[in-house]
């Protein structure tokens, strides 16, 4: 609002019904919402998030950085999607105060293994110390797949954003040295992330397999004919059992061009003795037990033995 008076807005026109507070002190135009064919939940989230950040950086310290569940939605790691309007988390490191304002949670961080990275134009916490926080404020499961995500090396990587953007040896290394609260979920978790997992939901699948007492798979696994002939990749594989269980999310169904390719891939991967099990996102989801008998019936069939 400060810049506002020095710009000769009055007091009335800053509290003008077409201005919206993102957070306390700050104003903005409000602009207009999504028609029927508008923005996904998601982008909308992504939007106002970009807002809310934006707004903060008027008001944060000059070195602050954002942190904990801001930093890692801005990053962006796979997250839940919030059930409301999340707070923005701003960290500062010593000699700084944490900001005090409302929509905005200030923290204090003392870690000396903790700095700041640009990413995006905006300064973060660095990702080993976003893990460790995350371990305070994500459900086990959910902190492997950001794991997951953390140390992933994409098959089609990014020129402009280099990965993984830890290795799992900096990772471990950084979680053993934590010493904050949440170090016990922290180690846990860490000790399910594994390199391959290309998405949050993948993730979720693998753990759901271990935990249901199922072998752990192979993740994302290029696969071969005899002959050496590429047949495609498997997002979960059990290369003794030549079993392979593919998760399809929406893309797979809404996206023609998607669609054919995976039915060529699996009929390819069917023509050289490879058994598939196809795990789409509703039925995960709806029915993980009903997913879970399914691959194990599959692999009985084949061989695997409990």
Known sequence: MEQGRELGLSRTRLRAADLERPLYGVRRAIVAGPGEDGPSPRALLE????????????????????????????????LPMPKQVEPVHVGVLPPEHPPRRAGVIGHHISDPAAHAVLRRGRWLIDPATLFCQLSTAL????????????????????????????????????????????KTRAAQAL???????????????????????????????????????????????????????EYDGDQHRVDVGQFNRDIRRLDDFAAHGWRVVRITADAFFTDRAGCLARVEQALVARGWRR
């Not at 086990?140 to 090396?153: C, E, P």
């Not at 699948?205 to 495609?232: C, H, I, K, M, T």
């Open 47 to 78: 939007a106002r998030l970009q807002d809310q950040c934006s707004a903060a950086e008027l008001v944060i310290p000059p070195r602050a950085f954002f942190s904990h569940l801001t930093a890692a939605r801005l990053w962006p790691l796979p």
């Open 139 to 182: 459900r086990l499961n959910d902190l492997v797949a950001v794991g997951d995500a953390l140390v992933l090396t994409p098959r089609f990587g990014d020129p402009a954003d280099e990965r993984p953007w830890l290795s799992l040896g900096e990772l471990g290394e950084r979680v053993d040295r934590f010493r904050g609260r949440g």
């Open 191 to 245: 000790a399910l992330v594994r390199p391959g997992a290309e998405s949050r939901p993948e993730s979720l699948v693998r753990l759901a397999f271990v935990a249901g007492g199922l072998p752990e798979p192979e993740l994302n696994v290029d696969v071969y004919s005899e002959q050496g002939v590429f047949l495609g990749r498997g997002d979960m594989l059990y290369r003794a059992y030549r079993l392979i269980v």
